[in-house]
């Protein structure tokens, strides 16, 4: 069960070292605006798959350089994002099957298994995070949002928004780093030394924050801008029951997560940070946030967030500024969920077994269409795996449609899948509805916020009870007829052009 298959990444730098090495990144030179300019930079370079950007002379629209260069696009393909999990796109289904171990351990049926669970439990000893100094690992920087490369993405969003904050949080009480939640927030510069930072109800720093506000302190809150990719991705993912993201990422690197202390509040961030803020969250200030661009392709409603009080900013040296966009796909938002829904899979078959694939389609927001095949063995069997879907992970329950079709179709044609909808479904029998259920409450169509409607396709072959007509046979060529002509199409098409093909 061991799938790391390439050295631990220490910080954001030895990653953008590996990416140059692999010719996956590029650095440009020239003045690059952060507002609008690099979002259209980003957005063209990550539509072709492009490398990674390294943008040393970063201005504002005043002209203003910032002393930090600014770094985008870092998992704008599938493959990086592995290799920031230390494997290759193979082996993140490797890695799913570890975190769906950690998450319903079972004994060891025979020596192969006990082997792999001595590699699970090893690396579940490397999640517990450790305190190592920090007297040279930063150094203090003007405390003004102003010296940062901040980017405004769209030309109708509200103002400039640090888009790839990890924000470190915890409860009440000691300072326990196994209590910590590490989450992505967005956060809106409002002044000099002051921003909102957008946490929705049901996440880790929102709880966090209504624990401080019942007592009415305020919350000491660090937010990190650049680390390691493996603590970056970590927090973006949803860790199992009980394993906190510093866990998951020191479990992903095989390594203990170093961690050190702040300097102005009770806190402790990872070593591998490049650029930290400190600062609080006071138990009732609010201000509006927003509109701003988003993942649904469209802006965004303006809503009262709680506001984040700069009080100091610590650097590394040769310090990068990581940045990216939210927009309609592909953006890097999206190209992670892809490949994150790969360590997932797992998971999803632990608990729902007949379960072959899955796709997220891109282009649904990466979750609000899900396509499911399964190998059919009984009456209801689609309908089973779609409540179960559904039911399975937070994120889950926001899908608004699940397609289930069989085990022949390639869930990511839409040319098998639409067949498969239009010869195997009947509108009147095979739709599933769901009435008034949790929905993204970024979800304009949706009747109410927070609640919608979803829908099931049960687009499998109807066998037992599902129906009482014979299904028809599907249309299939001789093996020997097929190989006669490929082994001829040379003699038939001598001098054939590209649109001819065997």
């Known amino acids: 069960m061991h799938y790391r298959l390439l050295p631990q990444f220490s910080d954001l730098g030895s990653f953008l070292s590996h990416l140059e090495v692999k010719g996956q990144l590029r650095e440009i030179r020239a003045p690059v605006s952060t507002r609008f300019e690099l979002t259209e930079i980003h957005k063209r370079v990550i539509a072709a798959h492009g490398p990674a950007l390294r943008m040393t002379m970063p201005i504002d629209d005043q002209g203003t350089g910032s002393s930090f260069p600014a770094v985008a696009n870092i998992f704008g ?53 450790k305190i190592v100094s920090s007297s040279r690992l930063w150094r203090d920087a003007e405390p003004d949002f102003a010296i940062l490369p901040i980017q405004t993405c769209w030309p109708e969003d509200a103002g400039p928004l640090i888009t790839w904050p990890v924000v470190v949080t915890r409860p009440p009480g000691e300072d326990d780093p196994g209590k910590y939640n590490l989450g992505i927030y967005r956060m809106q510069v409002i002044a000099r030394d002051r921003a ?9 720093g929102a709880a966090h924050h209504r624990m401080w506000r019942a007592r009415g302190l ?3 809150v660090a937010v990190v801008i650049g680390a390691d990719p493996a603590t970056l991705i970590a927090a973006v993912m949803p860790a199992p029951e009980g394993v906190s993201e510093l866990a998951l990422s020191g479990m992903i690197n095989d390594r203990r997560v170093g961690l050190s202390p702040c300097k102005s509040i009770e806190l402790h961030v990872p ?12 138990p009732n200030e609010t201000a509006k946030e927003g509109p701003f661009g988003d993942h649904t392709g469209y802006y965004n409603g303006a809503e009262h ?38 360590v997932f899979k797992p998971l999803l078959r632990q608990q729902i077994p007949e379960i072959l694939d ?38 889950f329950s926001m899908t608004k449609m699940v397609v289930v079709v069989d085990d022949d179709i390639d869930i990511r044609s839409w040319s098998d899948v639409m067949w498969a909808v239009a010869t195997r479904m009947d509108f009147s029998r095979d739709l599933m509805k769901l009435d008034r259920t ?21 687009a499998t072959r109807k066998i ?15 093996s020997h007829i097929v190989e006669r002509v490929s082994e001829r199409w040379d003699e038939l098409f001598p001098q054939a052009s590209g649109s001819v093909r065997k």
């Open 358 to 395: 899955v796709w997220l389609p891109p282009e649904a927001c990466s979750y609000r269409i899900a396509v499911i095949s399964i190998v059919k063995k009984y009456a209801g069997q689609a309908r089973r795996v779609m409540m179960g879907f559904w039911s399975l992970l937070p994120q």
């Open 271 to 282: 070593a591998s940070s490049e650029i930290v803020l400190e600062g609080t969250v006071s």
């Open 196 to 204: 909102i930072i957008r946490w929705l109800p049901m996440r880790g």
């Open 305 to 342: 967030f709680p506001v984040f009080k700069l009080k100091r900013i610590r650097v590394r040296d040769g310090a990068n500024y990581l940045t990216t966009f939210t927009g309609r796909a592909p953006d890097e938002p999206s190209v992670l969920a892809e490949a994150l829904l790969d």
């Open 77 to 129: 393909t599938r493959e990086r994002v592995a290799w920031g999990l230390g494997t290759d796109i193979r082996g993140l289904e490797t890695l799913g099957a570890l975190l769906a171990w950690m998450r319903s351990p079972q004994a060891p049926q025979n020596l192969r298994q006990a082997r792999h669970m001595f590699s699970a439990a090893r690396g579940a000893l490397a999640a517990r995070p």
């Open 218 to 220: 305020e919350m000491p």
């Open 438 to 458: 949790p929905m993204d409450s970024l979800d304009f169509a949706s009747p109410l916020e927070g609640l919608g409607g979803k829908i099931g396709f049960d």
């Open 464 to 478: 037992g009870s599902e129906t009482s007509r014979e299904w028809g046979k599907e249309l299939r060529m001789s």
